[in-house]
């Protein structure tokens, strides 16, 4: 099993943006959904949003609904989390994970998703 991999963290101002990548060279996603999720330090892992593979269709956190967005590139096997309007508490590792199943679609449950990547840290100075 190959894990997806997360790049495009960096260290940004209040009010900026970033677009982070989650490389799925495994094609685990295919058939399912790409989630991504973040962890700030001393804090339980988050739930972001995710993207049905197929259709394209997504959900968000409540935290970030209207300032981030999620789509995804088939042709490279390719999710993105494009980010606006950063603020200092949207600073965490960002992660990217494979939902196990679309019956499961609508969840925000870490416990539903699998194939972890390594992270990718985001800082939002103020």
């Known amino acids: 099993q190959v894990q997806p991999v997360e790049s495009g963290g960096g260290l940004v101002q209040a009010g900026g943006s970033l677009r982070l990548s989650c490389v799925d060279s495994g094609r685990t996603a295919r058939s399912s959904a790409m989630g991504w999720f973040r962890q700030a330090p001393w804090k339980e892992r988050e739930f972001v949003g995710v993207?049905?593979?197929?259709?394209?269709?997504?959900y968000y956190a409540d935290s970030v609904r209207g300032r981030f967005t999620i789509s995804r590139d088939d042709t490279k096997n390719t999710a993105y989390l494009q980010m606006t309007s950063l603020k200092p508490e949207d600073t965490a590792v960002y992660y990217c994970?494979?939902?196990?199943?679309?019956?499961?679609?609508?969840?925000?449950?870490?416990?539903?998703?699998?194939?972890w990547g390594q992270g990718t840290q985001v800082t939002v100075s103020s």
């Open positions: 994970s494979v939902l196990r199943d679309l019956s499961a679609w609508g969840t925000t449950d870490d416990r539903n998703f699998y194939s």
């Open positions: 993207i049905h593979w197929s259709i394209g269709g997504t």
